[in-house]
């Protein structure tokens, strides 16, 4: 039941949502980069290093990650009495 970021599939992972869309980070072609994406098609492409990454499978990631943060706030606050 842990989840760590290593345990993302690729490379990318979503970092965040905004507003404005999807900010996407990618650690191929050596070195971080993220970039923003006003929409998610089925597949995402990185547009520094070409790298490609299915969407569903960072939205998978990145609400399992959402999720856990929120199970470990309720749990510290199940604690108090
Ligand atoms: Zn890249």
């Known amino acids: 039941m842990t989840t760590t970021a290593e345990?993302?599939?690729?490379?990318?992972?979503?970092?965040d949502r905004l507003p404005?869309?999807?900010?996407?980070?990618c650690?191929?072609?050596?070195?971080?980069?993220?970039f923003l994406l006003s929409k998610l098609g089925p597949s995402i492409e990185?547009?520094?290093?070409g790298?490609?990454?299915l969407s569903a499978s960072l939205l998978d990631a990145y609400y399992e990650r959402v999720?856990?943060?929120?199970?470990?706030?309720?749990?510290?606050?199940?604690?108090t009495p």
């Open 7 to 15: 345990s993302v599939s690729g490379p990318m992972y979503l970092d």
């Open 20 to 25: 404005d869309g999807y900010v996407i980070v």
């Open 27 to 34: 650690a191929g072609g050596g070195g971080e980069h993220s």
């Open 46 to 49: 990185c547009p520094r290093c």
């Open 51 to 53: 790298r490609t990454a």
């Open 67 to 79: 999720r856990g943060a929120l199970l470990n706030r309720n749990r510290v606050e199940s604690v």
